[in-house]
């Protein structure tokens, strides 16, 4: 790094003084916190995303500014690779280094260090490219003002601000552009459209628009977006609601995470939809669960990501079993927080299934071993991913096949949903679209698509702990290995209950211990998660 360059850092660092104390993690999705002490962060990941660029150049990387299922007053921020996943976990030390260096002169020398070892060429004529996207929070313009400063205080390097976005928008985009695709906001409508009309024409004898669908939007950028899509198609009945217009807050008793957490009715909904098919996206639009209320109370019946995973997997292995394809390998990932009857239903369906630890990155790191690797996590994030090779022998087989027939129809059907479901990322709209045509290809109605299984009773407790990281577990967050003998306890309580399973896990996007826990009955499950929330107090004092 020349000595023009390192005066360059520190000059625009010195616009972004690191707050006294604030000490930050990459975590589960980013860096995350309140959005007043994020600038720094922001404009510090700004640069590392330059330098990502310039590593793997010619390559365009992502950065979005969101805190997605969080508070209004939070925000974050994310990066992305040029393949659309998220950055490669190998650099999220770095990350964490760069965002908590106490002075420029620290971040300076942190970044030197970094480059010479990565062997990065900063002003050797290579270009880098960065694309930015922000969802709707009102903190996003200026922090997007701070990661623009970033990026093109490295040499060479550009920002292009891509706007308000949904996450998988972004995704979507700089995966295409790195592909030398059509990588604008229409061209992922456009493909969007065009795979689901090619999926809906496929369905015999089905040329309705289907029954009501309403949207809860989280007062987000999810409901916006649903708005633009709506204009270009004619075959979703959907009514879109708490699009943010009407002084709707944020993520605040609306939205995916509050109606998983809750099992609640979202703000705007209530006893005239009894009976209908809705849907919640949560504030940046990477996850969707489906619901409907059954009676008049603001209890709901709750499909989350494991039944639309079960609904997905359902329609693939249909698929495959016309072309009666042996050698494809399908499987499934999902996380400790999956409904044990889930799983058991997904297990009598034959299909491989296999664990990751919480966050899509550890997800689709599995998902993607497979031909076809379908993931969810039970909190409505996840995709499909069809391996290039698997799409290349579809594509060749179906020039074999006569038009029209089973066969012809089910290749053309794996083909359009692998261009349909966000290849990146866990997409809400596109997760969406896909349950549209599942559910009218079966004939279901959400109510039978609900009776695939039952779930069992669970319940999800969030702790507050003077510090959260003091909770260390094994791969897979099945168990703690840290506090000593707060494992053995939660066993204990465990033994007392039928089918009880529980676990606690240190958040990776707020600031508390999270416990999950399971049974037969809600009472057992509820009684079991208090009493491990209880445990977690004891062993680290609340806060
Ligand atoms: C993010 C991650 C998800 C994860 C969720 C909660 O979602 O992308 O994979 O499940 O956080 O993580 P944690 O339990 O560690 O707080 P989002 O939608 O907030 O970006």
Redesign the pocket.
Known sequence: MDETQIASLLKSSDLFPLPQSLKLSY???GFRGDATLLASTVYRVGILSSLRSLKLAPSTIGLMI?????KVSDNGVKVSDPSGGMISQEWEPFADQIANASSPQKLVSLIREFVEREEISIGGGGEGEVWLGRDTRPSGEALLRAAEIGVSSVSGCVAVNKGVLT?PQLHWMVRAKNKGLNATEKDYFESLTTSFKCLIDLIPFNKSSGSKLVLDGANGVGGEKMEVLKGYLSNLDIEIRNTGRDGGVLNENVGA?FVQKEKVVPLGFGVNDVGVRCVSF???A??LVYFYLSSGEKKIELLDGDKILSLFALFVKEQLNVLDDGCCRLGVVQ?AYANGASTDYLKGLGLEVVFAK????H?HEKAAEFDVGIYF?A?G?GTILFSEDYVTLLVDKRKELSEGSDEYNAVSRLVAVSNLVNQAVGDAISGLLLVEVVLRHMGWSVQKWNELYKDLPSRQVKVEVPDRTAVVTTSEETEALRPLGIQDAINGEIKKYRRGRAFI??????DVV?VYAEATTQEDADSLGDSVAQLVKSFLGSS
Do not use: M
Not at 66 to 70: E, G, L, R
Not at 358 to 361: A, E, I, L, Q
Not at 505 to 510: A, D, F, I, M, V
């Open positions: 975590g589960t999705a969101t805190a997605s299922h969080n996450t995470d949560d504030g940046d990477d996850r996380t919480t966050g899509v990155k997800l996590e909190n994030h896990r240190p958040s990776g996007t707020e999270r």
